[in-house]
Every structure is written in C-alpha cells, then in structure tokens.
C-alpha cells in the first residue's frame, strides 16, 4: 500500500518497535477501532483509495501492524487478531488527534503479483489510562482484487433496477448496469464494454488483452444519475451457448476506461476469477450432444437394470452415476426420458428393479443392492464398457413414490449402520432426489440426514396425494427433515404418473399439465439439478432459484397456460449462512431463533409446526391449515400471519449483534407460502407480493418488493375436494434477494451494520390482502 | 437389449446460419403451438377408490401350481422375513379397484393367513399372479389346502409390516366376513400339478409366464423380468 501519511519502517525497526510494543501490551484492552472505508473487511481493487480510520486516545501514538495472516494469536494471554508472521510490519502513525480519531488515505498497489492476496491489520494505541499499556483494536482485512464488479445484469422494471445474474438463456440480451452512487468513479464515464470469452485470473495477468467475442466493444457512457439510466444492451442475444456436454458458456464484461483494449487495472471486469462474470445457457430441454446407448439386463433377483451411457464413452473421462428407483406398481424401464437425457449429456444413468409392493424398507433394499450391484461388475456389465470410466465418488439417487422414500431411507440405512455399503460409501452419494415420495417410515426413517436433497411434488397427484388427511401422501416431509442442502420443485397440475414415461397421468384437478410437459420441464431442471450437485456447474445453480416467471429453460411448455413451477432452495448449514429465524427455537412469538426480538402489527401471528392439525384443507380455525411440511413427531415450525387494510402493517426481525456486520454474506433468503382457502387468500387469488426493508444502525433503510424479478408468492392450486373449498396444499417459494440490490441508488445502507429486517404490507407496498406463511429467513453466502 | 439414440445436431452454430435457425425456430413454435391447440387436454385419471370396510372377499383360483426351491428365498412380504422352500403359484381373479398399484396403503392380500407375494399390478388385466410360501408335507407335497383357505383383501398397509399376529387377526376377520375358502371344484379345476425349482430367479421366469398369458398389458413387466442375464 502506498501510505500517505507515516513512513514503513525498516524490518529491524519494526521488530523492535513490536517488540516494545508488546511489552507494553500487559494490561491491554480494546478500547481501540479500526475500520476500512467504513468497515472491517473490504475487497478492493488495485489503485482503489481506502480510508483507514483508527479511534484511541488523543494525543497517543498509535501504530498500523499489517499481515498476511489473520490470525489469531495469543500473547501475554491476550488473543490478537493477527498472524505474527515474518511477513508483518509496521507504520508509525503518529499520535492520534484530539478529537480520538484518526483518518487517512491509502492507495493499493498496482502490482499484478498481488492479486487475490487478503492483508491482515491491527492498530495499536498507547493506553492513556494506563502508564505503559497500549489499546488494540479489532482485526481488518483489505482483499487486493481486480476491478471485480458485478455489471452483466438484467434490466427490471422498478426497484433495485438491474437484476446481476450468473445464467443468461441463449438469444436473450445481455446489459451492463452501473449504479453510479456505488461506483461513483464510473460517473460520467465514457468507454467499450468487452464481451470476451471467460479467463482465469492467471490468464489475464499473462493475457491482459481484450478480444470481443461479437468482434468489437459497445461504445458505453454512463451519464445517468442513477442505475436505471446506466443499464445499456451489450449483446442482443448473439453469444455462442454452445458449451458440449456441461451447461453455459463463459464470459467476462470489462469496461476499457483508457480505451487501450487491454484489461488494465483500473478497468472494471465482471468475472476475474474462476467464475466467469456470466454464462449463456442453451436449451436445457434438448438432448445433449452425445450418442446414448441403453442396455438392460439382469444381475439376479431384483436386479434388473436399465443402464444408459454415451456411447463412446471409451474415449471419456470418469462419468458421475444417476440411479433411478421407480414407484409402487411402476417398471424400471419407464425413466428413458431422464435416461437418455443425462446420459447425453455424459452422465451414467441406472434404473432398476425395485422391490416396492412389500414396502419402502424393502425398496430401500433394492436401491442399496443395485447400486452395489453395478459398481461391483462394472467389467462386466455392457461389456465392461464402463470400466474406468465411472466415477464412484459422484452418484445421485433418484426415486419416485415409494421409491423416493426408499432412496431416503437408503441414505439414512448407511448412516444408522443397518446397511454397509460394498463398493461405494455415504460421502459418494451426492444429491438424494425423491419424485413425489411417500412417507411411511415417519421421521426417524424417512430422512436423508445431511446429503444434499432435492424433492419434486406435482399439485394433482392423484396418488401421494399431499392432503392433510394421510401423513404417509406428504411428500414436503422429507424436504424439511433434510439437513444439507434443500431444493424443491412443485408443480401445479402434474400427476402422479406424469413423472414416469408409462401410460397414466394419476392426476386429478383442474387445469392438468400432462406428460409430454412434465417432462420437458424434467428434462430441463434435471440437467442442472445434478450438473449443480455433482459437478458444481455455476449457471446451473441459476435455474434450481430463480422465479420460473423470470427465468426459465427455453424449451420450457410456457404456452401452457396451466404450468406453475415453485422452486424452493436453501443452502446447507455448512455453507457458512446465518439464520435469523428458521422458528425451530425460541418458540415466544416475539423472539427469533437466533435470539432477536421480533416485533408485528399483522393480526393472526403465530409460530407453530408447518402441520395442518386436522385431516381435510377446510379453512378453519387453524392458521396452519394446509400446510403438510410435517407431521405429529416432525420439528419443522415456521410463521403465519395475515395481512390487510390502509394502514401500514409490518413484521420485523431484530438482527443480532452476531450478523450485523453481513457484508460477508451475499443474499437475504427466506421461504414463502399463500395459506390455502383462507379467506385473505382467496379474496386476491394471484401471486402475492410484499416489501422487504433492511435497515442499519444509522437509521438507513432501503427496500426491495418481491415481485420485483416479476411474479411473487404463487396461489394455490385450485384443486378441489380434502375438505371444503378450492385449492390445495400450501407450497412455499423461496425469495432470495442480493444485498447489494439494497445499496442501489446510494441508499445508504450500512451492510456492515445491519439492525433489522421488516416485512411490510399496506398500499403501495403489498398485495391488497392475503395470508402468508414464512420460514427460514437466512442470510447466505450462496 | 442395446440400442443407440442419436441426438439432435449441436446445437450451437456460425452466426450465419443463426437467422435460418431463428426462423425455423419461429415455424416449430407454431407448429408446437397449433400441435398443442389440436391434442386433447389432459383429463382426470383418479385412481378407483377404494372401499370403507375391510376385508374384501371376491376372488377366484384360475390357476394353482405348486412348487419347490432347490435354493431358499426370502419372503419379503412378511415382518419376520422368513425363508420358504415350497410353495405355491396362483393366478386369481380380483377386483381391479383392489388390485390397482397405489403408493401409499395397499390391501393386502391373503391366503389363509400368510400374505400372497404379488408378481405383477394387474389393474388393467384384474389378474394377479402371486407366490403364497407354504410348507413341504411329509409326502413331499405342498402343504397348502386351498379349500380351506381364504382368499381375501385385508386392511391396507404394507406387507413388510404384517406379522404372523397380524396376519391371523386378518384370516379372524375374513371368517367373520363370511370370506369362504376356494370351492373344491374350483381347486381342482386350477390345481396343476407340483414343480420344482433351482431357485426363485427360475421361479419368477414361470411367473412371467404367466402374467404374459393372464395380464398381456404388463409387456414391460414380462420384458424386465426375462431380462438377459450379465454374462462374462
């Protein structure tokens, strides 16, 4: 860093001015502050200004100690947050101001070899309570980035103005948005907006050039005040989406601000990383471009098998394995359409016989013993044309009915120990899938624990029939027992047998989706659900969240006015978010799970377990009619409320001191249900909105509504019958809003001090009227 | 069985050839679009309800062939998991309502007081061809008296869960029902005589054969269950 004020003293002197320091250092205490353009950690791109500001007492000198490691360190029985490495030095920063502050300008190098390297810092000041002791002040960290920023981005309508995406469908444009309270260096720039294929930082510090893929940059100026008016078309919908067998190609957006088609460093680019700054997607729904060869054969009893691989897969690498275990009454040889599909795009995939009519443990049986069957003889299956080329490590299981509950119960067999696996472990089943799964075996049994776990649910199933009257036809059981990764999709009109390829839909209601668009719309979430799981496909994460209304496959049945998809995804625990309230704990209304208050002025508020207490959906008593996520011993809770009339009415979460810096997290999560048959329901029967409102310390807040991506909290399905009325069980969707979509318009909003979030309902800021269920409010990191 | 399926072109191409396939695009989506206008919409496919009170009586032998396994097999049909060596193979005629596959509870079915393996769904043919394990008498014969017993639905559940008290409280019900055993011409108009197997891999093949002749609609079925063995 080139420091502008105090001068880097030599190591030697450094040393021994640390050591001085250290020595003084007993009795320390931290009376001192240390901040970085306003907060303690920052990422920074090179040549970037920084103020560092240090508080302590006036007139004491005070000194900057920088690392490379963070830390912490124990010394005289005091925990530093610095590493003491070799590596650390010091700056002298004089005696601090008399107003106990002290402020001033740093400007990061410019060197190359410092990309991507985080330095560590801790300030120093002489005690002025105590004759030789000295304040320490809290740990602080400057990443050294590129001029990494998010640009390629989707214009919106109203609030937050630019939708900053990772997947753009082919054929669809691609704009560069630049909100100038944030960027306030780009306003009134004028520059080109490169469109060039994705490289690695490590290929941009050896090949700064610039190469537009369309054959020249977009002339770009951004004169507006504001985002709305900095967002321009950089590609109409020209970019090559060709990606082979994976999904999404990459590409980095780079404003040239000296305009010498070269990536300097004060250029800002959307993707210097691994990641590119955006992908373009193809047609999900299409075959991939592999050969598929389909084998079937038997092992022995209950081990017929339907297997399907690329066909020159001689010439592949290791291929993941995707297992599909069928229903009750169902054949191993009705999943071609999944089959074909993945195995076009170079995935292994296994359906086999299941032995389902006894019950889910036997099914579970079958799952386990084919799986072990094929990773034991893969020399011999297909004539050991897999040999070498599976990966054992990468499977995800896929069951439908009660072979959905039978492959959670697998999992959960490996883990309770009543099964051991031969030839493949616990850790290499990846991602558990169930179709409409049954559930038996009830909460002990039924669970895939922490494997990542995906559910599909369709709103006419005839069968697995999801009303309140039968605990074991609920499939969302499985989904909130799951303890990894979660993610759902439900489907208003779509059958029990639409799932398979066989003949009979097994539906019932109104306004039925029918096979051939079942499966399109399988075939195009099936792709990058176990892209995403087993090979972590980036774009592909992009379709297992965003709002179908906004994002969806191209060949997805959208002329179908009867498709409805509700996609619900969490991330799991071990992702590093935080929970503010999930309403498993703490169950007084007026405190979150996380321990912050929680305030309301909506009538009807109350936390319970997400389990219609009575068997048929009648609208009643209950606030928790219709919901089915579990059952008598299940823990799921979550929150319902109403909300209605002229006034302003709110619910709001108190953030607790241990998330309130969030400028480590990237989105504000949560999930979302219309409460079925309720008359604040069917009164406003559309997708219902509402308005999110973060605020700080500071008395900043800023808000975005939830129907701003277009669409919102789906109706429920206008089936009939489970009691009296029209719609069925309470679907949940998630919501997840960028953070950073509340800083746009320079609102102020101190992520680094995040108080609360409100929920806010009235004119202007909501549906007119309705009955909401709310669960898993999370801040997440992805 | 191999095949191969060859899939669409890539589907990314040079610019130039994006504008032809923009507007062959446009034509199959008209062609989709007016494809969809013509099919006919979706319909109602509930499954046949079921009735209040059980157990369900109304069923027919149309074929019995007793049977002996060189090589045990496990009844998974019962709680207790036991191990058979003879038994007997029955086609029977039943109520498509109760014999139509469902995820969630099934009836079960009973022979006497032992749940009847079922080797096919038999929804669409009302033909349902089952394993009842039986003991081997000391004349070397399959120890199972048709005639004196009934062949019924009982309460629905899951056959791995019912065990022997179970199942005599279910045979208890039926006889209250007034549930009668086969008549003894129907027995022996059905009886065949005794077969003996190496094992239930040869057991299920016979089985095929007979769901290919008494329920013809379960193709896929028969096809799994004869599927080419993996050789070396």
């Not at chain 1, 389909?294 to 209950?302: D, L």
């Not at chain 1, 949560?670 to 309720?678: G, L």
Request: proline share 7%; with cysteine; aromatic share 8%.
């Amino acid at each position: 860093m080139n420091h502008h004020r105090g001068q880097t003293p030599s190591r030697a002197r450094a040393a021994a001015l640390l050591s001085a320091l250290l020595l003084c250092a007993a009795p320390a205490a931290r009376a001192s502050d240390l901040l970085i353009n306003g907060q303690p950690d920052v990422s920074v791109a090179q040549g970037a200004s920084l103020t560092v500001s240090v508080t302590g007492t006036p007139g004491a000198l005070s000194y900057l100690l920088v690392d490379v490691s963070p830390g912490p360190t124990v010394i005289f029985g005091q925990s530093l947050p610095l590493g003491f490495t070799p590596a650390m030095f010091t700056v002298g920063l004089g005696p601090m101001p008399g107003a106990g502050e002290l402020s001033f300008q740093v400007v990061t190098p410019v060197q190359p070899e410092l990309l991507g390297h985080t330095f560590y810092l801790m300030a120093v000041v002489a005690d002025g309570a105590t004759a030789g002791a000295s304040d320490f002040s809290n740990g602080a960290s400057v990443h050294i980035g590129g001029r990494e920023m998010q640009l390629a981005a989707n214009p919106l309508p109203g609030y937050p103005h630019a939708e900053y995406v990772r997947a753009f469908n082919a054929g669809a444009p691609v704009s560069v948005a630049v909100d100038p309270t944030q960027h306030p260096e780009l306003a009134g720039v004028s520059c080109s907006a490169y469109v060039v294929a994705h490289k690695s930082p490590e290929q941009w510090v050896s090949d700064p050039s610039l190469a537009d893929v369309r054959g020249a940059p977009t002339p770009v100026t951004f004169s507006g005040a504001d985002l709305a008016s900095n967002i321009f078309t950089v590609d109409g919908g020209t970019l090559n989406a060709n990606a082979g067998t994976s999904i999404g190609v990459g590409y980095d957006l780079v404003l040239d601000l000296d305009g010498d088609a070269q990536l300097g460093n004060l250029d800002p680019i959307d993707g210097f990383g691994a990641e590119a700054g955006f992908y373009v997607v193809h047609d999900v729904t299409q075959p991939g471009p592999l050969a598929v060869t389909e084998v079937i054969y038997s092992g022995g009893i209950w081990l017929g098998q339907d297997l399907y691989y690329p066909t020159n897969i001689a010439g592949m690498g290791q291929l993941p394995l995707v297992t599909v275990s069928h229903g009750n009454g169902h054949n191993y040889q009705w999943y071609d359409h999944i089959g074909y599909h993945l195995a076009s795009y170079g995935f292994i995939v296994m359906s086999h016989e299941n032995n389902t009519q006894p019950g889910v443990e036997s099914a579970s049986g079958t799952t386990l013993t084919n799986v072990d069957y094929l990773l034991g003889h893969l020399d011999t299956i297909a004539g050991g044309a897999l040999l070498g080329h599976l990966d054992k490590h990468n499977i995800a299981w896929i069951g439908h009915s009660r072979g959905g509950e039978g492959v959670a119960r697998a999992y959960d067999r490996i883990i309770d120990g009543t099964y051991v696996p031969v030839n493949f472990t616990s850790a290499d089943v990846r991602l558990v899938s169930s179709i409409a799964p049954t559930d038996f075996l009830g909460t002990v049994s039924a669970t895939p624990h922490g494997v990542d776990y995906h559910l599909w649910v369709g709103g006419a199933d005839a069968d697995v029939t999801g009303c309140a009257s039968n605990d074991i036809a609920q499939s969302f059981h499985l989904l909130d027992r799951a303890e990894g990764k979660r993610t759902c999709i439900s489907l208003h009109g779509v059958g029990h047998g639409d799932f398979h390829d066989s003949v009979g839909s097994v539906a019932t209601g109104p306004c039925l989706v029918g096979k051939t668009d079942t499966h399109t719309i399988m075939r195009g979430y099936l792709l990058p659900l176990v892209e995403h799981h087993l090979l972590g496909n980036v774009p592909a994460q992009d379709f297992l969240w965003r709002q179908w209304e906004r994002f969806h496959p191209i060949g997805a049945p959208v002329l179908n006015p009867c498709v409805v998809v509700d996609l619900q995804y969490s991330p799991a625990p071990t992702s590093g978010k935080f929970v503010i309230d999930d309403f498993q704990t703490n169950p007084a209304t007026g405190v979150s799970s996380s321990g912050g208050n929680v305030t309301f002025t909506v009538p009807a508020f109350a936390e319970d377990r997400l389990d219609d207490p009575n068997s048929d959906f009648t609208d009643g008593a209950s606030l928790f009619n219709g919901f089915t996520e579990g059952r008598s011993t299940d823990v799921t809770r979550g929150l319902v409320f109403d909300f209605a009339g002229a006034a302003e009415q709110q619910v709001s979460f108190a953030v607790v001191p241990a998330a309130q810096n969030a400028t480590g997290f990237a989105w504000l999560s949560f999930r979302a249900a219309q409460v079925t048959r309720a008359p604040a329901t069917t009164l406003e029967l559309t997708d219902t909105f509402f308005t999110v409102t973060l605020s700080d310390g500071s008395g900043h807040s800023s808000s975005v509504s939830t129907n701003a991506w277009g669409g919102g909290t789906e109706e429920p399905y206008q089936r009939t019958s489970c009691g009296i009325g029209f719609g069925w069980g309470n679907e949940f969707e998630t919501v997840r809003i960028r953070l950073a979509d509340f800083l746009s318009d320079g609102t102020g909003l101190d992520l680094s001090d995040l108080r609360a979030v409100t929920f806010r309902f009235g004119p202007g800021l909501s549906s007119a009227t309705g009955r909401l269920g709310l669960d898993d409010l999370e801040l997440t990191t992805n | 069985m191999t095949s191969t399926r060859i899939p669409s072109p890539a589907r990314a191409g040079r610019p130039a050839h994006r504008a032809r396939r923009a507007l062959a695009s446009l034509g199959l989506l008209a062609l989709t679009t007016a494809l969809a206008a013509l099919s006919p919409a979706p319909a109602d496919d509930p499954l046949p309800p079921l009735p209040d009170k059980w157990p369900v009586g109304g069923v027919e032998v149309l074929h019995a062939r007793p049977f002996t396994l060189a090589q045990p097999a496990v009844h998974a049909w019962r709680a207790e998991q036991p191990k058979y060596s003879a038994g007997m193979v029955l086609v029977l005629a039943v109520d498509k309502a109760l014999a139509t596959p469902r995820q969630t509870a099934e009836p079960i079915l009973y022979v006497g007081d032992q749940t009847a393996a079922r080797l096919n769904a038999g929804s669409e043919s009302g033909r349902l061809v089952v394993v009842v394990p039986a003991p081997l008498g000391a004349d070397g014969k399959v120890a199972l008296d048709l005639t004196a017993a009934p062949i019924f639905f009982g309460t629905p559940g899951l056959p791995e869960q019912v065990d022997a008290a179970a199942a005599k409280r279910e045979l208890q019900a039926a006889k209250r029902a007034g549930i009668a055993p086969p008549t003894a011409a129907a027995v022996k108009a059905a009886l065949q005589d005794q077969v003996a197997f190496d094992g239930e891999l040869q057991l299920r093949l016979y089985a095929s054969d007979l769901i290919e002749q008494f329920s013809p609609q379960e193709a896929d079925l028969v096809s799994g269950l004869r599927a080419k063995p993996v050789t070396r």
